[in-house]
């Protein structure tokens, strides 16, 4: 079994030093595989069984990754976070603790953002955009520059703040186009990054499906999205041609608690518990793979 990965976590993984990394190399050992490590740029020539980060895997093989924060992660044969199991499963927030939830919640939330409060004083709408802007992908409803459009024509009366991803190379084409539509709409408000600080203040959340409206969960902000994602169960959803969530948002409140010990606690690998190996198993052999028992 070969473990694609790119470095630093290349490096990482090889000496050891990496936690789920090394209870997943414990899990496939135990089971009987020899476990080798190679480059990421390395997958297309494998021929035998194959686990990649990230990437999308090569014909019988799996792909890992984290469920958007450290120690929980997910192993499944598509790279597509809206391909996976969780985001096929039924959520019912009536099976799920609650003062468990809560506790949970709770500590995570002082973790993840130890100094944020919420607030909606500001009352504008955070639209943290991705990549590709001018494109209209197979997962989306729209391309991301006309969410944008749509999210002005719906909510017209409360500003509208559209935030550049840091770390996105965003083209000269897709700048001007920005650039034109907020010349045409003052209460559009063009920016880089600043996510707490938005996820706080905000109204509530539009995007593809950004970790931000992840995020803004722990904020309590209601989002609505515009594309395929895993955790898509306590948002709402919108195209061009059915709008409708923007007039249901306000009153938008699902128990973020409840619905994060279900998506983390129950249905991702908790790299830090007792039971990480038992769940890292049970996704392997969810992909197809065959452990003993």
């Given at each position: ?70 120690p929980f992660w997910a192993i499944e044969p598509s790279a597509e976070r809206w391909a996976w199991d969780v985001a096929k499963e039924a959520y019912s927030p009536d099976l799920v603790p ?15 953002f130890p100094t944020a409060k919420a607030s909606r004083q500001n009352g504008f709408v955070y639209v943290p955009l991705q990549g590709r802007l001018l494109e209209h992908r197979s997962f ?117 608690a409840r619905y994060l010990w279900w998506f983390w606690h129950e249905r991702a690998i908790n790299a830090g518990r007792p039971d990480v190996r038992e769940k890292i198993r049970a996704a ?10």
């Amino acid at each position: 079994m070969t473990l694609y990965l790119e470095d630093p976590l290349l490096r990482s993984a090889r000496a050891g030093a990496h936690n789920f990394i090394a209870h997943l190399v414990a899990v496939l050992e135990q089971a009987g595989y020899r476990v080798h490590f190679a480059a990421t740029e390395e997958v297309a020539s494998n021929d035998g069984l194959a686990l990649t980060h990230m990437i999308p895997p090569p014909p019988g093989g799996l792909t890992f990754r984290r469920v958007y924060h450290y120690p929980f992660w997910a192993i499944e044969p598509s790279a597509e976070r809206w391909a996976w199991d969780v985001a096929k499963e039924a959520y019912s927030p009536d099976l799920v603790p609650k003062t468990e939830a809560d506790k949970f919640y709770e500590r995570w939330q002082k973790r993840l953002f130890p100094t944020a409060k919420a607030s909606r004083q500001n009352g504008f709408v955070y639209v943290p955009l991705q990549g590709r802007l001018l494109e209209h992908r197979s997962f989306q409803s729209c391309a991301p520059i006309d969410m944008l459009r749509a999210t002005l024509n719906a909510d017209p009366h409360r500003p509208v703040v559209a935030a550049l991803h840091p770390k996105e190379r965003y083209s000269d084409v897709e700048m001007e186009a920005l650039t034109r539509l907020a010349h045409r709409s003052p209460m559009l408000t063009l920016r880089t990054g600043g996510m707490e600080d938005m996820l706080r203040d905000c109204d509530y959340i539009v995007t593809m499906n950004s970790a931000a409206a992840f995020n803004g969960m722990f904020f309590g902000k209601p989002s609505i999205l515009f594309a395929k994602i895993d955790f898509h169960h306590v948002a709402l959803h919108a195209m061009p041609e059915n709008l409708s969530a923007f007039d249901e948002i306000t009153h938008h409140a699902p128990d973020y608690a409840r619905y994060l010990w279900w998506f983390w606690h129950e249905r991702a690998i908790n790299a830090g518990r007792p039971d990480v190996r038992e769940k890292i198993r049970a996704a392997l052999r969810r992909g197809g793979w065959s452990l003993p028992t």
